[in-house]
């Protein structure tokens, strides 16, 4: 048996044996008798509220989540992990076998990427991870097009490939008419231009003052 269970059990024996003794000393006083029940409900409900309520809960966790069973650690835990470790590799394939076990989730792939380029500082092998996966598989709409701006992002914000970000929102434009992404599509696409008009503005200040000089 559980060391905490016997424990418990044996303190709640202790405490009804001594609420039997009081009783003894006092059932013969009116007045004792019943300063004496109120001194117990009051004893009886802050053990209720100081234990009982902590070992329900913890009942209710142990039925609900681990079922008497020992809790699986999922891939995504140990993906965490390994990253905190700084183990990206390590990270990478964790994702990779949980895609190998359900290929249907954007999740790892985000992820995935994410590590390649903040970690591994490696934006193009992102960008062959993101296009692999679009290819690999049909995705509903919604996937697809989350997919799809996360290279657009890449291209815009790490690669500075800002003509081949273009053609990809076009497209999704041209793919989505008259949703939501499509709408996001032109939103980026006006991001995208204001950035195309900083570059060309800091190249022009560059070259004049090297003219200058």
């Known amino acids: 048996m559980n060391r905490t269970l016997i424990i418990r059990l044996g303190l709640i024996g202790l405490f009804f044996g001594l609420a039997r003794l009081g009783w003894q000393k006092v059932q013969d006083d009116v007045g004792m008798s019943f300063v004496?029940?109120?001194?117990?409900g009051v004893i009886i409900g802050l053990l209720v509220v100081k234990y009982g309520v902590t070992w329900f809960g913890e009942a209710v966790g142990t039925a609900v989540y681990s079922s008497g069973e020992m809790i699986r650690v999922n891939d995504g835990v140990k993906a965490a992990a390994k990253l905190a470790q700084g183990d990206y590799e390590g990270a990478i394939a964790e994702h990779e076998k949980s895609l190998q076990e359900d290929p249907a989730q954007t999740f790892p792939i985000a992820e995935i990427v994410k590590i390649c380029v903040e970690k591994l500082q490696d934006p193009q092998?992102?960008?062959?991870v993101l296009q692999q996966q679009l290819r690999a598989q049909t995705w509903p709409d919604e996937d697809a097009v989350f997919l799809r701006f996360r290279i657009i992002e890449i291209q815009m914000d790490t690669l500075k490939d800002y003509s081949a970000a273009r053609a990809l929102l076009e497209s999704v434009m041209a793919d989505f008419p008259g949703t939501r992404h499509a709408a996001n599509a032109h939103h980026k696409l006006h991001e995208l231009e204001q950035l195309e008009f900083k570059l060309i503005t800091e190249q022009r200040l560059k070259a004049a003052s090297q003219s200058v000089n």
């Open 36 to 40: 004496y029940f109120i001194a117990l």
């Open 125 to 128: 092998r992102a960008l062959s």
